[in-house]
């Protein structure tokens, strides 16, 4: 007997290289994928349930591998300004105001966004994150998750604490659909002290790191003014790449950055809308990659990026890639997606059964509509998929095994309520009091 049996799809392969099968069946059993066969030669009979699939196209789950999903409570506040006043001037006001469940509904919302986008995955990097965990395991989705950890008070030791005993909490949890590490914010915040502490901590416990990484050049030079030594140069000595880490953005690495990258065990997430939208420069990614360093995408919080769209910043990567080096030959569309199912896979240490369909793997996939006019005809599927796609073809969003959207209607969550009570909060969130701010940004 199979749970599930998807029929008559396309199906995109993403090993050894992305190509398109036409005309499969899918069928799951469990959280696994089960068989694969071509279209119309599965048994019907032994399916509990069906979904007739012509026309559309099943990928691997897409992987948002930098997230901070609550902040779709603040998309649209802090626009056409530098990262300076993004930080000062608008959002650590605005995230004092957050409670836990302030944060519960912003993650329902952007969990939904995320599910209708065919994210089946996120690296969320956020506070009050029990509140996170919660939404994750209601709404089905798969998650790794940091509380973002300043140290900067004499409560660092507490914020440390209180990170561990989430990680005891909710790794493990939902299914196993929820693991959990620590997310220091990153070198330009957080204290050499209290970056030791952390590593110390990690290693004890086993767990990895989740922080941000030379976002902008000036950081790089202000690291190197106060520290002598750069960002990644701070991650080596502070101890926290002795422990698996994901380095978010790594927009500035220099040769010796690089070395120091590929020497230990270390995932990127290049979230290219966020930096086009600051013009904090890019993520050298094909340079990482050449260096064998993982490369995955992310989109930060819609706060800066307005979306939680992975297929957006796959297709932003590789334009990006062509205009700097100006190439059309490099960031082809086989290595970009691969950068986005199986770099995904890679930086959020899933293993082997995400990022890619086939007998045994976890059933993380979604099915795609080919049939709007932008997606046809179906000369280069893999093409259409990065070029041409917009999240709003996603058909269906299946998870462990579980379908959690199909027909674009959510089946975990209730859309209209989340964005009704998001409403609700929005005045008392959006106040920005002068005495009021989490943090004070200096590069
Ligand atoms: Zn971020």
Known sequence: MFDLLIRHTDLLQTLPTVEAVRDQDIAIRGTQIAALAPGGTLPVEQAAHVIEATGMLAAPGLINAHAHVPMVLFRGLAEDVSIENWFNDYIWHVEANLTAEDVYWGALFGIA???????????????????????ITESGMRALLVTAMFGTSENAETELNASTVFIERWHGAAEGRIRAWLGPHSTYICPEPFLRKVAE????????????????????????AKTGRTPVEMLKTTGLLDSPTIAAHVAHPSHFDLQILSDHD????????????????????????????????????????????ILEAA?????????????????????????????????????????????????????????????????????????????????????????????????????????????????????????????????
């Open 201 to 224: 901590r990690a290693k004890a416990i086993g767990t990895g790191v989740h922080i941000h990484v030379s976002e902008t050049r000036e950081q790089v030079t202000a690291s190197l």
């Open 315 to 443: 297709r932003l990567a590789a334009l990006v890639q062509k205009h700097e080096r100006r190439t059309p030959t490099v960031a082809t569309i086989n290595e970009t997606l691969q950068m986005a199912f199986i770099g995904g896979a890679e930086v959020l240490r899933l293993g082997d059964n995400f990022g890619t369909l086939a007998v045994g793997k976890t059933a993380d996939l979604i099915l795609i509509r080919q049939d709007g006019v932008a997606m046809q005809p179906l000369i280069n599927i893999p093409a259409n998929l990065l070029y041409s796609a917009s999240a709003r073809d996603v058909d269906t969003t299946i998870v462990n095994g579980r379908v959690l959207m199909q027909g674009r209607k959510l089946l975990t969550l209730d859309k209209a309520a989340i964005i009704r009570e998001v409403q609700t909060r929005l005045p008392r969130l959006l106040q920005r009091l002068p005495e009021k701010r989490i943090q004070t940004y200096r590069p």
């Open 113 to 135: 966004e995320m599910i209708e986008c065919g994210v089946t995955t996120v690296a969320d990097h956020y506070f009050f994150m029990d509140s996170v965990a919660q939404a």
């Open 266 to 309: 270390v995932g990127t997430v290049h979230c290219p809308k966020t930096f086009l939208k600051l013009a904090a420069g890019m993520s050298p990614i094909l340079t990482l990659r050449d260096q064998g360093i993982s490369v995955a995408f992310g989109t930060d919080g819609a706060a800066s990026n307005n979306t939680l769209d």
